[in-house]
């Protein structure tokens, strides 16, 4: 589905070049849950950046279903982030004064789903991530970890087969995060999405289906496929294999 073949991504820095990403070989396929680890500033960033055709690499290629995506123009860069993607960033991007659900149903908005149908589906998103009760608050009478989920929602409503996930638990308690986590691990099952999940969260690798590890832009050895300690394809952190994250019936579509 996704795949980073010897990506190479530098940032000039003044007189210095910054080597985000290194020489970097990755792929996700359907169904699979990549958690990726590193320190500050060893690219994580930088490489979903890439995978989301937000930047280009200066080497190496980075394909989805086998589509060059440098080789995309922004339009249809734009496309593809629109109707494939889902992009958690670590910034969540929500408009002021508007409900969480209007900021959770504008990415179908854009894609020019009907107003009532956006509405029901961001409702129904809202719900599966434990914010059902909040649909009518505006970010700014939410907390970080409520901010955070609307932005979560909305990276899930248009269904994505692909989804980028930037510290999706960074700003969430731990029963929180927890539920997110399986959240995507059920996507990543249920629908064949595939995941890709950066993260300082240790959690994450108990729903992973591999590991991986970056460390000063390059894939540490041995993190070219590692096996994630926890079995995969339903079981998952704090609580029964398959149990829903949301109750039955929410199905977002
Ligand atoms: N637009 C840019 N211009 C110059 N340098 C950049 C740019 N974006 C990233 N970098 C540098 O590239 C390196 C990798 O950054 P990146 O944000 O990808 O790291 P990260 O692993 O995501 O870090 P963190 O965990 O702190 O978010 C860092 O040294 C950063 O300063």
Redesign the pocket.
């Known amino acids: 589905m996704l795949a980073l073949e010897a990506v190479v991504k530098h ?1 000039a ?1 003044g007189d210095e070049v ?1 080597r ?1 990403v290194d020489g970097v070989e990755l792929r996700v396929a359907a169904g699979e849950v990549v958690a990726l680890y ?10 979903l950046q890439l995978a989301a055709a937000l930047l280009r690499p200066d080497a190496g290629r980075v394909t989805f279903e086998g589509r060059d995506l440098a080789r995309l123009s922004g339009a249809a860069a734009a496309d593809y982030r629109r109707d494939e993607l889902g992009f958690i960033m ?1 910034e969540f991007h929500l408009m002021k004064g508007v409900s969480a659900v209007e900021n959770a149903g504008t990415k179908l908005l854009a894609a020019s789903v009907d107003p009532a149908a956006a509405r029901r589906r961001a409702t129904e998103w809202l719900d599966r991530v434990g914010l059902g009760h909040r649909v009518s608050a505006p970010p700014e009478r939410l907390s970080g970890g409520e901010r955070q989920r609307v932005a979560i929602a909305r990276a899930l409503t248009n269904e994505p087969r692909l989804i980028l996930a930037d510290e999706p638990t960074g700003s969430l308690d731990s029963r929180r995060g927890e539920e997110i986590l399986r959240l995507l691990r059920e996507i990543a099952r249920d629908r064949g999405a595939g995941v890709l999940l ?1 993260t300082h969260d240790p959690r994450a690798a108990e729903v992973a289906d591999r590991v991986e590890r ?1 460390v000063d ?1 390059r894939l540490a050895a041995g993190g070219g496929g590692e096996e994630a300690p926890a079995a995969r394809g339903g079981a998952v952190v704090g609580g029964a294999a398959g149990e829903p994250v949301s109750p039955p019936g929410a199905t977002g579509s």
Do not use: I, W, Y
């Open positions: 940032f820095e910054v985000a590193g320190p500050s500033g060893s690219g994580k960033s930088t490489l670590q950066v970056l832009g």
